[in-house]
């Protein structure tokens, strides 16, 4: 099975710059479409942003022109470059090699989920 591995996360301040990494550990074939979500405590997992195979991508309202999903040269690696960086924006951060948009929403029907990589912005 696919294990999605994120790295990357820290605490910054607002206005600074991030750069998380994902590696998709058994997956040996690229995949129409990856994503990133992210997840505050007691609160549901949401999408962040969409990159298909063909290297459209699709992001969340909260993120355009901030953030930036991009692939790697090897078809398990996923990168997300975060800039000017808002307290709203701290929380745990998800990878999957697997996703669609719902209504314009961003979803998986990946059931495995990596430990996430943690992302704090401060005032």
């Known amino acids: 099975q696919v294990q999605p591995v994120e790295s990357g996360g820290r605490s910054v301040e607002t206005g600074g710059s991030l750069r998380l990494s994902c590696m998709f550990t058994g997956l040996t074939y690229a995949t129409f479409c990856m994503a990133w979500f992210r997840q505050l405590p007691g609160k549901e997992r949401v999408g962040v942003a969409t990159?298909?195979?063909?290297?459209?991508?699709n992001y969340a309202d909260s993120v355009k022109g901030r953030f930036t999903i991009s692939k790697g040269n090897a078809v398990n690696t996923l990168y997300l470059q975060m800039d000017n960086l808002k307290p709203e924006d701290s929380a745990m951060y998800y990878c999957q090699s697997d996703c669609f948009l719902d209504d314009g929403n961003i979803k998986t029907a990946a059931s495995v989920w990596g430990q996430g990589t943690l992302v704090t912005v401060s005032a």
């Open positions: 990159i298909e195979s063909g290297g459209r991508t």
